[in-house]
């Protein structure tokens, strides 16, 4: 493992343009649940994903029926306002501070990117502490709106203070689009890296699993480099979308390249 932390550091200093992808992996070691591992939210209760798979219809059919429904019921994922960056958010926020990677393309909703000083973040799956119009597009800091007591006022749903049109959770639901600007930009950046540095995430839920694919496709010719950290082989090892993997915690390995990188860069 130690050889690999070498030539990844050495790879991310000679890199133009360093991108990473994220997933639920990185977050877990923050103790959120993900969803389709062993002690996964949908393994442990396919009720649940039952039902989630039909949010997207219920919010179109009736926005004020299913916010009454969101705000009077516990979220599956518990209270994440309350949950805290571990040294794998902090590491990529400071290779980002150090001017190596550019950018942070998410699966994760919990906004610990940005708590961990990320500045650079696309949110492919929708932030959790935003909401966002669903006319115009226009995105709203939840804080923004008091949701409770726009339910004790009987004014749900919340409504968008450009275009007046009805607000719903950044957060994307199955069979829901990813939202246009961010799938662009994670196209475009996914073109251009030079270096990709995937987290935690085995990349198989589309379309965000094509942005590894489309990395690699280009490389012919222009050389990017694709490394992946995870706790186990993926896909991405097997079929040989990536250079190679450094196996473990992104929690542990991610500080220890911070750390390599500090030693060459004074
Ligand atoms: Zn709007």
Excluded at 220 to 232: F, L, R, Y
Excluded at 237 to 246: A, V
Aim: some cysteine; glycine content about 6%; overall charge neutral.
């Amino acid at each position: 493992m130690e050889d690999l932390i070498q030539r990844a550091t050495e790879q991310l200093i000679k890199s133009k343009h360093a991108i990473t992808l994220t997933g639920a992996g990185i977050s877990t070691e923050s103790g959120i649940r993900d969803f389709r591992g062993p002690d996964g939210i949908w393994t442990k209760n396919p009720d649940a994903e039952r039902k989630a798979y039909q949010s997207y219809a219920r919010f179109q059919e009736n926005p004020k029926e299913f916010w009454i429904e969101t705000i009077s019921s516990a979220s599956l994922l518990g209270d994440l306002a309350k949950v805290a960056p571990n040294p794998g958010h902090s590491a990529l926020a400071e290779l980002e501070k150090m001017g190596i990677l550019k950018c942070v393309v998410t699966q994760n909703i919990d906004n610990l990117h940005q708590k961990a000083g990320s500045k650079r973040v696309l949110d492919y799956h929708g932030n959790i502490s935003l909401l966002r119009c669903f006319s115009c597009d226009t995105r709203y800091d939840r804080a923004e709106y008091d949701l409770d007591r726009l339910y004790k006022e009987d004014r749900l749903p919340p409504l968008c203070r450009k275009c007046n049109g009805v607000l719903k959770s950044d957060v994307v639901y199955f069979q829901e689009a990813i939202p246009a600007d961010v799938a662009q930009e994670s196209q475009e950046e996914a073109g251009k890296c030079d270096l990709m540095l995937i987290c935690g995430t085995s990349a198989v839920v589309y379309p965000f699993a094509y942005l590894p694919r489309m990395a690699r496709q280009r490389r012919s010719g222009k050389q990017t480099i694709i490394i992946e950290i995870n706790a186990d082989p993926t896909p991405l090892t097997e079929e040989g979308i990536s250079d190679y993997l450094i196996q473990g915690k992104t929690g542990i390995i991610l500080p220890k390249l911070v750390e390599e990188v500090k030693k060459r860069i004074p």
